[in-house]
């Protein structure tokens, strides 16, 4: 994974300090735009160096996650993002975002079964 990348791949870390109410604001320069608890939370995701600070040199990106309850159980977890322009979206993807992605999202289950975020 892209060094950027290993800084950045924190949509378990950043859910974690939804459900916490933690600072809506990173070190890193993410920012919780809106929350709709506990259905919807919309987020400005930038890039960092190994050390957390900001790169203004890589484009952000708008996330927007919402859950709905299944009526068959369960819930359903919906992830949009929304980028700049199509050549910031190029260059994300290019940097290994998506398997930054794939890999946060690997650890979804595992927040839960732990307890991440509960009261």
Do not use: W, Y
């Amino acid at each position: 994974m892209h060094p950027q990348n290993r800084a950045r791949s924190r949509l378990g870390l950043l859910a974690r300090g939804f459900c916490q109410s933690q600072t809506p604001r990173t070190k890193e320069g993410d920012q919780v735009v809106a929350v709709d608890a506990p259905r919807r939370f919309e987020f400005e995701d930038g890039f960092a160096d190994d050390a957390g600070n900001p790169n203004l040199d890589v484009p952000s990106m708008t996330i927007r996650v919402t859950l709905n309850e299944r009526p068959e159980g369960g819930t359903r977890m919906a992830i949009e993002t929304t980028f700049p322009s199509r050549d910031a979206m190029d260059q994300i993807i290019a940097m290994g975002a998506e398997e930054g992605v794939i890999s946060a999202l690997a650890q979804i289950d595992d927040l839960l079964r732990a307890g991440v975020g509960s009261s």
